[in-house]
């Protein structure tokens, strides 16, 4: 598979926090690939502004604030659309799994896929060109909520995200970045990265600026739901919650599981 360590991507804001990335072809910059299109005017408004040409669409699971603009879009510009074969989403022409390789048609662009079950069980994400475009898995200081997978299966799909390369660019699909940070260091207060972190990305927000995208090397700094195999969270949390610290130490997944749980009542 061709790998550049430069790629196009510009975002388009959806919603209250959403992106729709863009991916633009290495080759031909114009020719442009979009990914999770939970809102078709968004899309269509900026692809007319921009003289773009829709070649595919790539979807990462089924919620539909990464699905709404899907069948709109595939109608519209009649292009093949990509996604999980684990969930039922209408539309898709392609179904695919964990190490499945695409060339995505009439383009340069080449994943291959990696299997994240978790945030939904059918979960996945499209690694290439030192990029991964990983919906609701990883976010930038933290994860996606486990809607439908168990704390095992969401502690390994982190924990392979987090084995790619450190130049990784990581593409998630929400700007949870300054909200993820206040409970990173609520989670973590004695981690310098964290809090240094925290202020970069607080005066960054204060502009309005987009926090995206991350990189493995960061996150592996700064997200605690990478940090579970820790015995400085470890205690963190067992400080933080009833749980004595026999209960948390070397126990990574039991420590995930503390840890999304806190991270949802915070």
């Known amino acids: 598979m061709s790998e550049t360590k430069t790629l196009k991507v510009t975002a388009l804001a959806a919603f209250q926090d959403n992106y729709i990335w863009v991916i633009h072809d290495p080759e031909n910059p114009q020719d442009i690939v979009v990914v999770d299109p939970g809102d078709a005017k968004v899309v269509k408004n900026a692809i007319t502004s921009k003289s773009w040409n829709l070649k595919a669409i790539l979807i990462t699971h089924h919620h539909h604030d990464h699905v709404g603009g899907l069948l709109e879009l595939k109608e519209k510009f009649s292009v093949p659309v990509y996604g999980p074969a684990m969930e039922s989403i209408d ?13 995505v048609k009439n383009t340069h662009l080449n994943f291959s896929i990696l299997d994240l ?40 799909s982190l924990n392979k995200l987090a084995t790619l390369p ?14 993820n940070l206040k409970f990173a260091c609520h989670a973590e207060p004695e981690n310098s990265d964290i809090l240094a972190y925290n202020d970069y990305v607080i005066a960054k927000r204060a502009k309005n600026k987009i926090t995206l995208p991350s990189t493995i090397a960061l996150e592996k700094k700064i997200n605690p739901f990478l940090h579970c195999a820790n015995e400085d969270l470890q205690l963190s949390l067992a ?28």
């Open 91 to 103: 539309g898709l022409d392609f179904n695919l799994g964990h190490a499945d390789t695409i060339n």
């Open 117 to 156: 079950p978790g945030h939904t069980l059918g979960h996945i994400a499209y690694y290439g060109h030192a990029s991964v475009f990983c919906g609701d898995t990883l976010f930038s200081g933290g994860c996606g909520r486990m809607f439908e997978g168990t704390p095992q299966v969401f502690y390994d």
């Open 166 to 179: 450190d130049e990784t660019a990581v593409y998630c699909t929400h700007e949870y970045t300054q909200a």
């Open 239 to 266: 400080n933080l919650t009833e749980l004595g610290k026999e209960e948390l130490l070397n126990k990574p997944v039991k420590t995930f599981a503390t840890l999304r749980k806190l991270k949802d009542n915070f």
